[in-house]
């Protein structure tokens, strides 16, 4: 089992920035890439960002491109999502997600399927 604690979520003006965080343990394997999805209210969960485990493959939604930015501490099991200019279409909950296995340098998907592990979310809300 592996267990994924997001952190980093609040209430910001539009236009402010955050930083999301997600640890991951328990049963990690040697190499894993990780997801960022969002829910809305009403709406289905969607992708946002990815990364693989060298950091040098990275997908993102058209939606954030540009905007906001992947990173991760793999000595720390940890990965980032750094969230600029945010718009109040951004508001959702967010989440992380992992996928064990897989070549250093695969450029992680966009889909949820393809993931095994999910965090229990964390509330991002952007006031206009």
């Known amino acids: 089992q592996v267990q994924l604690v997001e952190s980093g979520g609040g209430l910001v003006q539009a236009g402010g920035s955050l930083r999301l965080s997600c640890a991951a343990s328990g049963r990690t394997k040697s190499t894993y890439a990780m997801g960022w999805f969002r829910q809305a209210p009403g709406k289905e969960r969607e992708f946002v960002a990815a990364i693989s485990w060298s950091g040098g493959s990275q997908r993102s939604a058209d939606s954030v491109k540009g905007r906001f930015t992947c990173s991760r501490d793999n000595a720390k099991n940890t990965v980032y999502l750094q969230m600029n200019n945010l718009k109040p279409e951004d508001t959702a909950v967010y989440y992380c997600?992992?996928?064990?296995?897989?070549?250093?340098?695969?450029?992680?998907?966009?889909?949820?399927?393809?993931?095994?592990?999910w965090g229990q979310g964390t509330q991002v809300t952007v006031s206009s």
């Open positions: 997600a992992y996928r064990g296995r897989v070549d250093l340098f695969a450029v992680p998907s966009d889909m949820r399927t393809w993931y095994n592990y």
